[in-house]
């Protein structure tokens, strides 16, 4: 499998590696009881649904984005020695055509991309992380994966780039494969980089 079209880093910005054996101890991250349904959450980035085909392609869209950003945060700080900020803050579930017009303007790509992540700009906190459902459908149906499992990897993607990470060399491309698999292991999420039989 193709890493995930992510030009990823903009504006201001196959490897089947397997998690390894101690995350079959890891909890289920963040437990049942982590967070209500509710919109509005003071823990977390603002989630912005631009694209109402989000809400009929996954069940309880905002309750995933904000499960999977809170997983991948903890990851990142867990393993992190930077102190400051990682949240996102801003998530906004957007259309291939709003992508498209960003990835053009800010990298150059006339063309839709899964997941755009901003870095925030100076004295900001959080950055911002753009996802375009029709890139994300088109994925996750070539992969045979639900697009809720395809979301929640885009937002542990976009959220390890806030935290530092990225793809450009080989070596950089298999660490974050790895932290993305491991992420999705807390939430109970199958690793996307292993194929499927």
């Known amino acids: 499998m193709e890493p995930p079209s992510t030009d990823s ?64 945060v903890a990851w990142v700080a867990r393993h992190s020695d930077d102190e400051g900020q990682l949240w996102p803050e801003t998530i906004v579930l957007s259309s291939d055509r709003v992508v ?14 899964n997941v755009l ?7 900001c906190p959080g950055g911002e992380i753009i996802l375009a459902l029709g890139v994300v ?12 499992d395809h979301l929640a990897h885009l937002i542990a993607h976009g959220v390890l780039h806030l935290g530092g990470h990225d793809h450009h060399q080989a070596g950089e491309a298999r660490r974050m494969e790895m932290e993305e698999a491991r992420v999705l292991a807390m939430m109970g999420i199958p690793n996307p980089w292993k194929p499927r039989s």
């Open 100 to 113: 498209k017009r960003l990835n053009a303007r800010h990298r150059g790509r006339n063309k839709p991309t």
């Open 137 to 148: 459908q088109r994925e996750a149906h070539a992969a045979r994966k639900s697009v809720a």
């Open 9 to 72: 880093r903009a504006g201001h910005s196959e490897a089947d590696c397997e998690p390894s054996s101690f995350e079959e101890r890891l909890p289920f991250f963040p437990p049942s009881g982590w967070e209500n349904d509710s919109e509005e959450s003071d823990n977390g980035p603002e989630i912005i649904v631009e694209d109402r085909g989000w809400r009929a392609s996954v069940p309880s869209v905002e309750r995933l984005v904000r499960r999977a950003c809170a997983a991948s």
């Open 117 to 123: 992540t901003f870095d925030p700009l100076p004295g």
